[in-house]
């Protein structure tokens, strides 16, 4: 692999990105909304869970940051379907490693999922009384993991993917899936008996875990270890996974 | 600079290359002749690492594709046959990723993008969109984007298709540039007309076959033959046929067509078409068919190319 390479192939699409200001926004802005509307919802239910002083926003922000996180797990995905549709893809192709194509592609999807989160939770502080109890370092670390990892599941569903149009549903349909069962939704002890015991088997049960550790029960790097490990080893699963069904020379359809 | 030695590639049951060796010294244009399906853009992609083949060997400056894939990536320039440019940033920032990804220092990278872009006249349209380029204009940007670093081997497929004539003239000015300064050239086309404009040597492909190879004129001087092809309504009259038999050179008769080889095709005519009697409403055209590249092609294969090409065309009707 080349870093040069790598990081030429994320600044340009870091400049393509940029070109759709309105999409970055949304991303940005559409969580803080959600959390505006439920965080007196989710203020009843920590109350009843005996969290002393709840504002709601303790699980309303990573709830919600989470979920989009989720959510927009296509958009690695589309980074190379839009190559497909451009005609562009046979000429990075030709110019540069599949390594490089590949972490050229993620970075910028990572960035801007870490982003989303971080700016999520900075805005929580002055907007909804939200406050961490353990380490803001240990916070960013379980955020990167979980970038991480469902950045590794959208390049995952694009190795399955052969149009544009599977991967929105595979993509659509798995966010649906991670945020809901995965707790970030709905608290886990609010949940049916069977959804709890599904609930570990997903990556976003460990990253609400994780966080809620640490915005709670004053967690630091200490607590988050079993969280991001697994974090991190769901984020192998789907790097593995991907790396086995991922062919470059495979023609993509892309419509839009 | 470039060698290419027994390739082999098929797609399932349909073979595409079927044992192909090819060589492009330095400074040297060669063009890839075939009809559509003959193998052209298989072999660019095997030689660009796009494909792989499934037997034969690929040497690029002495390296091998598969096993220097990387130094070799950054000996090449490859346009491929389709378009393929970022629509939503602009000429410059196209130009720029290629030039960042051809491994151009930083500061070389603003040279090359200005070198190049007056070289393909894109001077003026560096901060545009590139998707709002004319067809012409984009397929200048498309084939700019591989020159950046000045390969010192270059691969144009189709490089021409869908450009406006202007383009097609400055592109094929730039190619012989190229090769002037020592680059070699793999330049795939359908248009003959091309490859003898840029003194090309050729590699005829058909079906996945090197079947001629050498100068246009060599090839036009061993293969060519001048010859006239009447079309008729149905088959051509076997009272034609019967009367031009042995008065020429060779002739053939395939559906419609009755071909006549000669030295002579205005006097072959002159002569054929007061010959044919009552079967003269049934003529609907005589087309002469010079020695050229096309026939060539004709006379090596059996058929027409099916590449746009201009010939002495006479309607009968």
Known sequence: MSPRASAAIARHEFRVMRTDPATILFVIVMPVVLVALMQRLFQGVLTAEGVVGATGAEFAVPGMAVSFVAFNAGYTGLTFFRDHGWGTWERLRATASPGDILAGKVAPSVA?????????????????????????????????????????????????????????AISSAG????????????PIPAMPGWAQAVAPALPTYWAMRGLRG???????????????AALLGFAALFVVLAAARFRFDETKAYWG | MLRVEGLRKSYGAVAALRGVDLEVPAGEIVS???????????????????RRADAGSVTIAGLDVLKHARAARRVIGVAPQDI???PIVSVRQNLRLFAELAGLPRRAVAASIRDVAEAMRLEDLLDRLAGQLSGGQKRRLHTAMALLHRPRLLMLDEATAGADVESRAHLLDMVRELAAQGSAVLY???????????????????????????????????????????????PPPPLALAGLQGRYGRTERHGDLLRIVTGDPAGTIAEAVPALGAATPRLRSVEVVRADLESVYLA??????????????VSAR
């Open chain 1, 112 to 168: 801007l999922s870490v982003a989303q989160m971080l700016i999520l939770f900075g805005l929580a502080v002055p907007l909804f009384d939200f406050h961490v109890s353990g380490s803001w370092l240990a916070l960013a670390v379980v955020v990167l993991a979980l970038s991480l990892c469902l950045n590794a599941f959208g390049v995952a569903i694009t190795a399955v993917s052969r149009t544009s149009q599977r991967l929105n």
């Open chain 1, 175 to 186: 966010g649906l899936v991670l945020a809901t069962m995965g707790g970030a939704f709905v």
């Open chain 1, 214 to 228: 640490v915005i709670l029960d004053g967690g630091g790097l200490g607590s988050i270890a079993l969280p991001v």
């Open chain 2, 32 to 50: 890839l002749l075939g009809r559509n399906g003959a193998g052209k853009s298989t072999l660019v992609s095997i030689v660009a690492g796009l």
């Open chain 2, 84 to 86: 393929g440019i970022y």
């Open chain 2, 188 to 234: 795939s086309t359908h248009y003959l007309h091309e490859v003898e404009t840029l003194d090309a040597s050729v590699v005829l492909l058909d079906g996945g076959r090197v079947i001629a190879r050498g100068r246009v004129r060599e090839l036009v001087a061993a293969h060519a033959r001048t010859s006239v092809e009447l079309r008729f309504d149905g």
């Open chain 2, 300 to 313: 090596l294969t059996g058929h027409r190319y099916d590449g746009v090409e201009e010939g002495a065309h």
